[in-house]
């Protein structure tokens, strides 16, 4: 989402920022004679275990072969000369043919069960055989999985608006929308089933690829569709225990899925959902039993209101959907009130069934969704699969998007088998209930190391903030686990990518704020502090940054590894801000989708901005990466007004290699609004899936009669007029070639 400046700082742990770290580094003799020589990260690729890892593909390229699209505040997509796009399908549009087409006027009285989903965001491509089976190789047919975020603009999807039933018409929540008083229960249905994904099967026709509605294969996902809860055999029934209600009194099944952002794809062909900012869904209302001091420390560690809003204070910040006028437990659930004799008569703990990846299996139209609870319990954004090797472990590597929290990395105890290619829930039961969770530390000598999260480490087990009780404790509350550990604080981790050519990892640091980065408040991994003067006039580290890492010996179980950062975000004019030498050609900020082309090597960054709208839309540019250790050693000067006097300072860091024009150009500018963000291409790479979320985002509520931002995409033809919709778009060359070659 693109606001994310009503998050709370969660993380209130003194583990070290790297200004700390980088101090107790220079006392051990040996880095600090690396640090001192200038080896850098180049001279640590040399050492034993930092190998570059062989794939078998073709080199990368040396140039990108599209003209940059300038920059743009247009109300349309805009591509290089030469590319094309359509809509495959939008906010709304019916999956069978017994619904009603979309009206855009917010008149269906479905509950969106059979509809796309609003807000999309993570997707991915699973290609069907003859035979009806996954395959990994290209074929006509196919299923397409998208995430859907968020209702966060579903004033869209009612007739007049969100119906109020408050006449104090006060604003409250984190989107500036209306204290809603209680909501209406058809209004909030819909909002439900909005969330969750889309699985449409398409099929490629002369004209491209289509959905094919009616499908059998076509499903949604919703907050409300059953799911398993999964998790390690020796720690499941403790595991199970955190997610008692009256709805499942053991535990063992939850309902629904919420805030997927990034996503992930295993490699046996199953789709990983990643439940993001599903803290703020929940509110605390009623004369309820007071809560336990562990049960308080773990809710305020990951933003979930603990307690209903002081008489006239501001209220917190919820969807409202627990305030509709029933006993219905759909709508009660979110209510996480101690109001029965126990946890088996309330839904205390409906809040500890959220925070997971859950896998679905595309192809399976029967199967039940699974909460793997063995990759741990946080804001997850994506989970990208390192490049599996037969005989060995597999490493997922996630991100927990809000400020000041960590990287993480799941490796399975299971060693990957090809055989399993197709297997669907089964090998993801074999692969993802069973492994080792860690979280990162960045060294300030441009090492790292994976900390694992176990209850056998005494720093877990004694840790004096939240009391850990078991293993499954720890899985619950992994960011309690990662503060344990003394994991390293870092500024909004959001989507992961894997270089396929020689398996580096990429995560994009999509900004933070004034409070947290200031020129005292700096660090190796996070090292600008700085005042964006045009426009916005933001600061902090408005822009973002992209940092990378390559594990010791190219192996999934490695403990170390060495790290740089391949990009910063920045206007091109400012100054000793702009590191990476942009140019109004490829000028980007607050960087948040990233993924890799497997057919041509292209890294795809997607922005989600708020500092550099004033000058363009949000955007998709394509990068040439090298690898870890091909730039140096720099010196960041930063400068920045806090509280009325001006700090400066300098901070070093490790930065990659200048890409310029030619290996880095903006491909894409999205509508007034939009975020760029989702993406997956077909296995010849010349067709490109891009999701457009929230076009129209800042439009004031349809009551204020003021004109929307964005009427995207019926401005240009697609569907019905008038209210903006999420789409995903379908992007060719016109000639049928390489995207982005």
């Known amino acids: 989402m693109s606001n994310h400046d009503f998050d709370p700082v969660c993380n209130t742990s003194d583990n070290l920022h790297f200004q700390d770290v980088l101090a107790q580094s220079l006392q051990n003799p040996m880095r600090r004679g690396l640090l ?151 209004e909030v249905l819909k909002e439900i089933n909005l969330h969750g994904v889309s699985v449409v099967e398409i099929v490629k026709t002369p004209q491209g690829w289509r959905i094919k509605q009616d499908s059998a294969l076509n499903r949604r996902i919703t907050a409300q569709t059953p799911v398993r809860v999964s998790g390690p055999r020796a720690h499941i029934e403790h595991v199970r ?131 793997r609870t063995a990759m741990g319990r946080f804001a997850h954004e994506a989970a990208v699969c390192g490049v599996p090797k037969a005989g060995e472990p597999l490493a997922f590597y996630m991100g927990c998007d809000s400020r000041n929290e960590y990287i993480y990395k799941f490796v399975t105890a299971a060693v990957w088998d090809p055989r399993d290619v197709g297997g669907g829930m089964l090998a993801g039961d074999k692969y993802l209930s069973e492994g080792k969770l860690y979280a990162a530390r960045f060294d300030a000598s441009g090492q790292g190391e994976w900390l694992e999260l176990n209850i056998a480490d005494p720093r877990v087990a004694q840790h004096v903030p939240y009391q850990f009780a078991n293993q499954a404790d720890v899985l619950i509350n992994a960011r309690h686990a990662a503060d344990a550990v003394g994991a390293t604080k870092m500024d909004r981790p959001e989507w992961g990518a894997v270089n396929h050519r020689n398996g580096e990892i990429y995560f994009a640091l999509t900004n ?86 497997k057919a041509t090597g292209i890294c795809w960054i997607q922005t989600d901005d708020g500092a550099f709208t004033d000058e363009t839309n949000c955007m998709m540019l394509a990068a040439i990466p090298g690898q870890v250790g091909d730039g140096g050693k720099v010196t960041v000067k930063n400068k920045m007004v806090v509280g009325g006097v001006e700090q400066t300072g300098t901070q070093e860091t490790f930065l990659g290699a200048a890409l310029g024009e030619a290996k880095l150009r903006r491909f894409l500018v999205a509508p007034k609004g939009a975020e760029v963000t989702g993406i997956t291409e077909t296995a010849d790479g010349r067709t490109l899936f891009v999701n457009i979320q929230h076009p129209g985002e800042l439009s004031k509520p349809l009551s204020s009669g003021e004109a929307l931002q964005s009427t995207w995409p019926g401005n240009q033809g697609v569907g019905p007029q008038g209210r903006p919709r999420s789409a995903t778009i379908v992007i060719t060359r016109q000639d049928g070639g390489l995207i982005g070659l």
């Open 36 to 186: 001192r020589g200038g080896l850098g990260l180049a001279g640590l690729a040399m050492l034993p275990g930092c190998a570059t890892l062989t794939s078998g593909m073709a080199a990368a390229p040396s140039a990108l072969g599209f003209a940059a699209v300038e920059k743009s505040l247009l109300d349309n997509v805009m591509l290089p000369p030469g590319y094309q796009y359509s809509v495959l399908h939008a906010t709304g549009d019916a999956l069978d043919s017994a619904l009603a087409a979309y009206s855009n006027r917010g008149l269906e009285s479905d509950d969106w069960s059979r509809r796309v989903g609003d807000h999309h965001d993570g997707m991915d491509i699973y290609y069907i055989d003859a035979n009806g089976r996954y395959s990994d190789k290209e074929t006509g047919r196919a299923v397409l999985c998208v995430n859907h975020e968020s209702s966060a603009d579903s004033h869209f999807l009612h007739p007049n608006g969100q119906t109020s039933n408050n006449v104090s018409g006060k604003k409250f929540d984190q989107f500036g929308e209306w204290d809603l008083g209680t909501r209406p229960e058809l």
């Open 241 to 371: 225990n955190f997610m008692v209600s009256r709805w499942d009194t053991a535990g063992a099944m939850a309902r629904g899925t919420l805030n997927n952002c990034g996503h992930g794809k295993t490699p046996w062909g199953t789709y990983l959902g990643c439940e993001e900012n599903w803290a703020y869904y929940f509110q605390t209302t009623g004369a309820g039993a007071a809560l336990s001091a562990k049960e308080v420390a773990s809710r305020k560690r990951y933003g979930v209101a603990a307690a209903a809003p002081a008489a006239g204070a501001k209220k917190a910040a919820s969807q409202g959907w627990h305030t509709v006028s029933t006993t219905d437990d759909r709508f009660t659930r979110w209510n996480l009130a101690a109001l029965g004799a126990n946890a088996e008569k309330d839904f205390r703990n409906e809040a500890n069934t959220f925070g997971f990846i859950v896998e679905i299996d595309p192809l399976a139209p029967n199967s039940t969704p699974a909460k």
């Open 512 to 597: 933070n704020s004034a409070a947290n980065r200031t020129p005292t408040k700096v660090d190796s991994a996070n090292p600008r502090a700085y005042m964006d003067l045009d426009g916005k006039k933001v600061a902090g580290n408005p822009n973002g940054h992209i940092i990378r890492f390559k594990e010791a010996g190219h192996t999934s179980t490695a403990k170390t590894f060495a790290w740089d950062i391949f990009l910063f975000g920045a206007e091109e004019d400012s100054g000793d801000a702009n590191l990476s030498g942009l140019t109004a050609k490829n000028a980007f900020s607050s960087p948040d989708g990233l993924w890799f082309s």
